[in-house]
């Protein structure tokens, strides 16, 4: 069964599900650049992938600017945000309403001190999604919290700096992201890196290091031994990553080395590692022990494979690997882990544009979010502070679809993005879909936080459709803004019966054309308003709004 009748049939909706066609034959290029067609379907597919909820304006804008200048400038280094805000503890001694508490000292004896700045922080996360424009960073930092994961880490200041390290990094350089989540606080705590002493080395972070951050496991082929590694590595690497504690100094938490924490003796590693022995480098120990990672080959495979169930999909079948993750690896290799080469090279590759990769994956709950709230440009206040309130209303939605922000099910993240055979298939099930399908009755009645409507609007958006009053068009023009790929006759046959229900298509052009031009009466508004309402919660509700 394909993703859409399996989403129909979760639905209740298999009468009008496209048939599934052929799949088209995967067009392996070994990333030969892309010179086909530059339109509408492919802007959309690209930025689907790459940013949370392309608008329709944004990709008529973007196919006027053509590939080349749409993956440089989603490739392009941003400024960094200003920083979370307080937007509704009063009784935060350093940091009045309005202001940051970012690098202000943490009192644990105030009650919901600490509460307070994680709410902000994850609602200041959510609005960075909101408010990304035409830059691809907010993804990946999604990817990398899903790559490099810590959760149920209570301290607000340790949330912060990990993301602030995903973030400042995300378009870098691996090998920098890798020392600094190595050592920041929130791994020592996750993966128990503050009880790894020359005394009682901890294997945690060390195993996941390797079989989650970087090299991946391999196959067995023998006792301990997982063809990438050996148990002998665990052992070995995790005394040479001893020393390191979370501290609070004065009520400023940071990491720190402790020389005497830390195992000094010399660390012999597996043939795996070329028999490689790390001698005491002290607080820079740690550093040798990621470049040894990064030199085996495999590595670099290893992060391409993630980056392509990320922004591809999941079928790597043994000519994916040899004519895309190969080079890919290859360009992160060559480039010193930097990471942006291999993504410019995929994102301008004849491979990514097939249309046989569009709408292969489920979308997940937060591209799902805001292909709502992004798509149809649902706008927010100048207030700020209300703002915040919307995006922490907007956090604790995504906890009931399974995917909420710091707080993983597991250190291997989550399991739409790892699992086989399923992977994003996972985000389909009986208890999420209806959860999604109330979620598109909220945006679109509308609801309330403090004095703002939060709503899509479909008047204003469907004036943005060309040709509007043409009810083919109007309803065209939409699927392609929100499906990956064009509906059937019969799905445009049944989505005008639910906007003119039993009318001639001239009905309806006479009737918005009025309303065009006496946009102020009450009457006319609300008839028109009422059936585009009826047929954007058909339109978003069809299985194909739930592919990407």
């Not at 309005?98 to 105030?110: A, H, Q, R």
């Not at 494979?305 to 992160?332: C, K, Q, T, Y």
Request: hydrophobic share 40%; with cysteine; glycine share 4%.
């Amino acid at each position: 069964m394909d993703r859409r009748s399996a989403l129909a049939t979760f639905l209740g909706k298999t009468q009008h599900v496209k048939k599934q066609e052929e799949t088209p034959p995967l067009l392996v290029s070994s990333l030969t650049p892309y010179s086909g067609p530059w339109t509408f379907a492919e802007v959309a597919h690209l930025l689907r992938r790459t940013t949370f909820g392309p608008s329709y304006t944004t990709i008529k804008e973007v196919e006027a600017l053509g590939m080349e200048a749409t993956v440089d400038q989603l490739l392009s280094v941003l400024p960094m945000p200003d920083p979370p805000i307080n937007f509704n503890f009063q009784n935060d001694p350093t940091t009045p309403i309005g202001e940051s508490w970012v690098n202000k000292p943490l009192d644990n004896t105030i009650p919901n001190l600490n509460t307070s700045r994680n709410v902000s922080l994850r609602a200041w996360t959510i609005g960075l999604m909101n408010e990304q424009g035409l830059n691809i960073r907010e993804k990946l930092v999604l990817f990398w919290h899903n790559h490099f994961v810590t959760a149920a880490i209570t301290n607000s200041t340790f949330n912060f700096d990990y993301m602030d390290i995903l973030r400042r990094n995300a378009l870098g350089n691996f090998r920098t992201m890798t020392e600094e989540i190595t050592v920041c606080s929130s791994m020592l705590l996750y993966l128990n890196g503050n009880e790894n002493t020359r005394q009682a080395p901890n294997e945690n972070y060390s195993r996941e290091l390797l079989e989650l951050f970087t090299i991946g496991k391999g196959e067995a082929a023998g006792p301990g031994d997982y063809t990438n590694y050996t148990e002998d590595d665990v052992v070995a690497l995790a005394k040479a990553l001893t020393g390191w504690r979370s501290r609070n100094i004065d009520g400023v938490e940071n990491s720190a080395f402790v020389p005497n924490r830390h195992d000094t003796s010399d660390k012999q590693l597996s043939p795996r590692f070329n028999n490689v022995v790390i001698s005491n480098e002290d607080e820079e120990e740690y550093k040798t022990v990621i470049d040894i990672i990064l030199q085996q080959e495999e590595t670099a495979r290893f992060i391409s494979r993630r980056l392509h169930i990320w922004f591809v999909g999941s079928n790597i079948d043994d000519s994916v690997e040899s004519n895309v993750i190969e080079p890919m690896a290859a360009l992160i290799r060559d480039n010193n882990y930097e990471i942006k080469p291999a993504l410019e090279a995929l994102f301008k590759s004849e491979y990514f544009y097939q249309e046989s990769i569009r709408g292969c994956m489920v979308n997940h709950p937060i591209d799902f979010t805001f292909k709502l709230m992004n798509t149809f440009n649902i706008n927010l206040s100048n207030n700020e502070l209300l703002n915040y309130r919307v995006w922490s209303a907007i956090f604790r939605s995504l906890i009931n679809m399974d995917m909420e922000i710091m707080g993983h099910p597991s250190v291997a993240g989550w399991k739409a993005f790892y699992q086989a055979p399923q992977y994003y298939d996972i985000w389909a099930n009986s208890v999420s879909l209806p959860i999604r399908e109330s979620l598109v009755d909220q945006f679109l009645s509308g609801f309330n936080v403090g004095q703002l409507r939060v709503k899509i609007d479909v008047l204003t958006e469907t004036e943005k459709i060309e040709n509007e009053s043409e009810p083919n068009d109007l309803i065209n023009g939409l699927a392609t803004t929100i499906f990956p790929f064009p509906i059937s006759q019969d799905q445009l046959v049944f989505l005008k019966e639910i906007l003119i229900p039993g009318l001639p298509d001239f009905e309806w052009t006479i009737e918005y054309s009025e309303y065009l031009a006496d946009p102020d009466n009450p009457d006319k508004r609300e008839a028109v308003e009422r059936k585009l309402n009826s047929l954007y919660s058909a339109m978003l509700k069809m299985p194909e709004f739930y592919l990407i």
